[in-house]
Structure formats: C-alpha cells, structure tokens
C-alpha cells in the first residue's frame, strides 16, 4: 500500500499545531486563575535552593511551561529578589515541574478530547466572569492537548510500516548518542520539550519506536529545550546569561551520566512497568520524571560549584536595578522606631534616585530610539513600584508604634513623599509609552520641538534631583529652589505648547506630533508639580 505523504504530514503537522496552542492556552489560563502573582511567589518563597526547588516545581505546573519559568528567573535574578544559587534551583524544580505534562498525556483521554473543548468553550463564551473564563480557558487548552494528540497518533501510524523507520529505530538502539541528537535537535526546532516529549510517547505507543531508542531522545528533549533560555539571554545582562548557562549544564551533565546508567535505567523502566502495569505513554511519562527527580537528587548537592563555574566562565561585574529594598530592617520598628524612620529615609533616597535615573532614560530613548534605554527605564518604574509598597508597609508598622511628635511629623512627611516619588515614575512611564507609540507610528518631531524638549527634560531633572537633596538633608533653601524651579516648569510648559499648536497651524509638524509633544510637556510638568509637593513638606507648608 502506498504511503500517502501528505495526509501524513497535514495530519502530524496540524495535530503539533493544536497542541502547541493548546499547552499555551492551558498554560496562560492556569496563570491567570493563579492570580498572576507567580513573581510574588518567585519572590517570597525562594529563600535557599531547596525551596526553590519546590517553587520551581508549583510555577512551571501552573504555566505549563519550563523555559517560561526559566525566563522569569533570569528576570528575578537580574533585579536583584533572589542570588544565582536560589535560580539554580529554581531551574531544577522547573525540570521536575515540565514532567507533569507528559503525565498528563499518559491518562490517554483522547476518545473525550472533543466533549472537553466543547465544556471550555461554553464557559469562555457563555460566562462574564473572569475566574469561569480562566477556567474555560484551562478545559479548553486540556481538550485541544489531547485532540492535537490524536492528531499526531493518527498521522505517525503508517510510519512503522516504513523500512526506512524501522531503520532508524535500530541505529538509535545501537548508538544512544545519535538519539541523543535527534530529540535535541527536534526539540530546538519545535521549542518545547512538552511537545516533543509528547511525540515521542505517540511514536513509542504506535510501536515506531522502541524503548532502548526512546530513553536517548527523551535525554536529548531535555537539552534541546535550553534553547528558549539561551535565545532570552543573548544580548542580555551577565547574570542572565549565567542563569542560561547553568540550565545548558544541568541538562547536558545530567543526559552524560543517564547515557552511562542506560541500561540499568533501561531496566528500571521495564521493572516499573511490570510492577504498575503501566500503558505505554505512562511509561515515557515514568522515564521522564524519574530523569528529571534523580538529575535533580544528583546535582543537588553541586549547586554551589555550578554557580561558580558559570561566575568563572561568563566572568564581569554589571549594575543591576535592585528591585528588594536595602535598609529596610523590621528589629528597629519596635525597639527603635526613630532609627527605623531613619532606614525609611534611606530607602526613599534610593527609591527616589531611581526615579531620576528613569527620567535620564527616558530622555536618552525619546532622543536616541535605542530599546535598551525603554527597558531600563521600564526596570526601574518597576523597581520604584515595588520599593513603594515595601517602604508603605514599613511605614505602616512604624505609625503602630507609639512615637514622638516630631518623629510623627518625619513618618508624615515621608509616607507623602513615598507616593509623590511612585507618581514621579508613573509620569515617565507615560512618556516612555508616548516615545513607543511615535517609533511604532514614524511620528517625527522638528528640531525646534526637541530643542524644546531637551530644555524641559533638563530643568525637570535638575529639580527632582534638588528635591531628594532637600530631603536627605532637611535643607529649606534647597527645598525653596525646587519651589523656584517648579514655577519655572509650569511657565515653560504654557509657553512650549503654545510654540506647538503654531507649528502644527503652520504645516510645520503633524498632528501625531503635536499631540505626543503636548502629552510629553504635560508630563514632565506633573513631575514638577510632585517635585514641589516634597519640597512643600520638608516646608511644612504643604496642604
């Protein structure tokens, strides 16, 4: 009977399609049922290499995705909430937590897979609340897995009737290594082990595959999937790249010492199988947890090497936007709560020289486009968001205390000027969002507009860095600059736009472009307005 390449190919194709679509879906809808507060999680839980471990574990369960968790890791790292060591293990939890897929796929519930998409799609389009939406979204995600499964199954089924398959079965079973390869390689093309995991329990179920040649290419799925991490890293931060590194490792030194143990793992398999009387995807599903739990087990104990030696290969020091605060100590809020305001102060400081750094960034993206400059500016917006719920809290506990008038009178000044400084970033975020929206839409400014725009963001700087001065040394003359300089915003923003709404009256600019000035002006002089406001309660004047 002749083989009919394309059914093969449209069904196999089509089927991996699906699936991967569906694994995303499922993957996006668990992480939004979760409340997406996977960084909080990442975050607070992650505090040695075992916890991590566990975290790493729950994390990638819920986004159904290792190299996603791997990717939030190196973000975390990068900002500072968690050392290489703690990401180490969070990357080995991840291995772990990728294998619940596979485990899945073994309940071989095909036959309802239809039946399953049709409750998903019920609840998504039938219901206006979110939390049934997101579990519409995960039903929905579940079925189409196992329908793009069958799919597959059903396309790889004339395959072990091929002498050419039958072949390449027997010369994976000879040579370990060159299976090793192949579920590398197909995995870096597919990129997801999920996916081609997923495969390979189909292949071996249809009888194309045997045993001896699956446990190589289920190694080398495995390494292929480092691949996302690496890509993430390129271009990235060191610490990035060392986090990328590490995964590569793990992965690679882990597939070595299973290559060696292949038979006796080998064995292993065919023992647990008799003894659970395990289908043929639940034995995949068995290799694949028993290679990730026993790789982690092995490793484990070499966390502090590995991090070492990636320090050593990818050496340098780089600064990094540290998003956890510094001196924040909670042992001073009870026993000394006049030194706790005074790390509440060190912490704004910090959290305010940030700001400045962003608004620098800022300047810097809307006058060079460069997209490492709206990223770090976004980091730190970020960083400042997350130092004002840190340094609010803190404060918060302080006023719990029985404190003096005049240290009531700093805790007032310092939880206000906590909120003008996140308002600060709020601002430049916006123009930060403005300069995205003129790249995206070829919106050109005139030299005129940016002679103008340079002057503004100039005085605007100058003055958010003369108010964290006022602040840090309490000095009214100072803070009455500020009070100088803030007026001198406002009168530079009504003479600015209206220098603008002329040049667009006279053809000389664009309606996109007098409508982006006139936002990036209004910005910066809400900025001053916030500049002012801690200037004002350094004053005691402010209302």
């Not at 390449?168 to 996916?195: C, M």
Request: net charge negative; charged share 20%; with cysteine.
């Amino acid at each position: 009977m002749e083989t009919n390449w394309q059914e093969i190919l449209f069904t196999f194709f089509g089927g991996l399609g699906i699936f991967l679509f569906s694994i995303k879906y499922m993957g996006d809808g668990l992480q939004k049922a979760a409340g997406d507060r996977l960084r909080a999680i990442l975050d607070r839980f992650t505090t040695n290499p075992f916890m991590g471990v566990l975290v790493g574990i729950i994390v990638t369960v819920l986004i159904q995705s290792s190299s996603g968790t791997t990717v939030i890791v190196v973000g975390l790292v990068s900002a500072g909430f968690m050392t290489l060591r703690q990401a180490i293990g969070v990357i080995m939890g991840a291995n772990i937590g990728t294998t619940v897929t596979a485990f899945i796929i073994g309940l071989d519930v095909g036959a309802y897979a239809l039946p399953i998409i049709a409750v998903g799609t019920v609840l998504i389009f039938f219901f206006r609340k979110n939390s049934i939406q997101n579990l519409g979204q995960v039903i929905f995600g579940f079925g189409g897995l196992f329908y793009g499964l069958e799919l597959m199954s059903e396309g790889m089924k004339p395959l072990r009737e091929l002498p050419a398959f039958i072949d390449l079965t027997v010369n994976l079973s000879d040579l370990p290594i060159l299976g090793v390869v192949v579920g590398t390689v197909f995995t870096l093309i597919v990129q997801s082990s999920s996916a081609t995991v997923a495969i390979l329990q189909g292949l071996y179920a249809e009888g194309v595959i045997n045993l001896g040649a699956s446990l190589p290419v289920l190694f080398g799925d495995n390494i292929g999937t480092t691949i996302t991490a690496v890509l993430a890293s390129l271009g990235a931060s060191i610490t990035a790249r060392r986090a990328a590194a590490v995964h590569v490792l793990f992965n690679v030194v882990g597939s070595i010492v299973f290559l060696i143990l292949l038979v006796p793992f080998t064995a292993y398999i065919e023992w647990i199988t008799g003894l659970l009387n395990l289908e043929a995807k639940m034995q995949i599903a068995f290799a694949h947890g028993s290679f990730n739990v026993a790789n982690t087990i092995i490793q484990f104990p070499l966390i502090g090497a590995w991090a070492y030696l990636v320090t050593k290969f990818i050496p340098g020091e780089e600064r990094t936007i540290e998003f956890a605060p510094k001196h924040l100590d909670t042992h001073f809020i009870d026993t000394a709560p006049s030194i706790a305001l005074g790390q509440a102060k060190e912490e704004i400081i910090r959290m305010g020289n940030y700001s400045v750094q962003g608004l620098q960034e800022t300047y810097e993206y809307l006058v060079t486009k460069s997209r490492k400059n709206a990223e770090t500016g976004y980091q730190l917006e970020q960083a400042i968001n997350n130092l004002d719920q840190k340094i609010t809290e803190y404060l918060v506990l302080i006023s719990a205390e029985s404190i003096s008038a005049a240290d009531s009178s700093r805790h007032t000044v310092l939880m206000e000027t906590v909120r003008d400084i996140e308002r600060i970033g709020d601002h430049f975020e916006n123009i930060l969002e403005l300069v995205d929206y003129q790249e995206e839409n070829r919106v050109k400014m005139t030299t005129e507009a940016m002679a103008d725009l340079e002057e503004m963001f100039t005085l605007t700087i100058e003055t958010v860095q003369k108010a964290l001065d006022a602040l840090d040394t309490t000095s009214h003359d100072i803070a009455r600059e500020v009070a100088e300089q803030e007026d001198l915003i406002d009168k530079m923003e009504r003479k600015f736009r209206k220098k603008h709404i002329m040049r667009v009256n006279e053809g000389a600019c664009s309606a996109q472009a007098g409508i982006v000035f006139v936002d990036i002006v209004s910005n910066l002089e809400r900025i001053g307005d916030h500049s002012v406001n801690i200037a004002e309660a350094i004053l005691g004047n402010r209302a």
